[in-house]
């Protein structure tokens, strides 16, 4: 199958308030494997007139900021009215199909997709007549769950150590949280079952 694997900064928490700063979606085909370098990626920065955010959100996101004051000619920067049909684009060149609407459908996978990314896709002028997802949305937390243990989903850095990746920290910038969310689930593309995680926080081999 094919997914894109997406990932949003915000000025804070709220979608009915703070605002999207910058977009990132791979596209990964689970018949076709390819490097993480090689695979189709698609980034925006989103400039507004005016920022609404939260102190933590606005600084954790400082390097974004930075970037979008700047003037110089940056060819990754659109306005938010700019973001879903560029998207769409990008969807429509690596063959994603339009419905009978001329409305791109995808799977999306991402870190917390359903409870946090896609209420702000939601806000976005465009999403759901331009760009909509499918109702079933892919989160590596199920994946990487303590049954036994944990009492909510795991984090993605929780994720990334129960993976034994050599880098367990979040780099908070939407490319490279995309791209860690695929290399989180090409460890279940090939498994005859289910892996579940081991008392010691490792995992278990297929059987």
Known sequence: MRYV??????????????????????????????????????RRVVRHAEYVGTAGALALNARLLAELARQDDNPELCLPAELVPQLREFLLTQGFKADQ????????????????????LRQLPGWGTLVRHEPALLDPAAFYLNWRKDTRLPTMSICKARARFADQTVA??????????????????????????????GMLAGH
């Open 5 to 42: 694997s997406l990932d949003l900064e915000t000025t804070g928490g709220h979608a009915d308030r703070h605002q999207i700063i910058e977009l990132a979606a791979v596209v990964e085909d689970t018949r076709q494997v390819r490097p993480l370098a090689e695979l189709p990626a698609f």
């Open 101 to 120: 609407h001329g409305c791109v459908v995808a799977t999306l996978a991402g870190k917390n997709i359903g409870s946090f990314d896609v209420p702000f």
């Open 172 to 201: 908070h910038e939407a490319l490279a949280d995309a791209l860690d969310v695929v290399q989180l689930l090409r460890l279940f593309y090939e498994l005859p079952v289910y892996q579940q995680v081991r008392e010691d926080g």
